[in-house]
Nanobody, 118 residues
Framework: VQLVESGGGLVQAGGSLRLSCAAS??????MGWFRQAPGKEREFVGL??????YYADSVKGRFTISRDNAKNTVYLQMNSLKPEDTAVYYC????????????????WGQGTQVTVSS
């Protein structure tokens, strides 16, 4: 099982990025996004679970998660980016469920850096 993220980069405040997380080896019914800024703990960003999506308050209305079942890939569309969104973004997966804690996820991607300049 492998999760491979892509799509990070440098963007100006107000810009957009789309992150991808391609899963191989199996299909997961719950795939989450987390992020970790320097000196901070990893935090929940959003979750796709059983066709429903959930978001942290800090990104609600700006970030959107979608999934392409044929490609076994989940996406994180990030709009109206702010400098405080700067972090390493990770995707994570588990068989099913609504879990917002990083400790509940079995599989993790390698992370992709997102930097938002002011």
């Amino acid at each position: 099982v492998q999760l491979v993220e892509s799509g990070g980069g440098l963007v100006q405040a107000g810009g957009s990025l789309r992150l991808s997380c391609a899963a191989s080896g199996r299909t997961f019914n719950a795939m989450g996004w987390f992020r970790q800024a320097p000196g901070k703990e990893r935090e929940f960003v959003g979750l796709w679970s059983g066709g429903n999506t959930y978001y942290a308050d800090s990104v609600k209305g700006r970030f959107t998660i979608s999934r392409d079942n044929a490609k076994n890939t989940v996406y994180l569309q990030m709009n109206s980016l702010k400098p405080e969104d700067t972090a390493v973004y990770y995707c994570a997966a588990r068989n099913y469920g609504l879990e917002f804690s990083q400790h509940e996820y079995n599989y993790w991607g390698q992370g992709t850096q997102v930097t938002v300049s002011s």
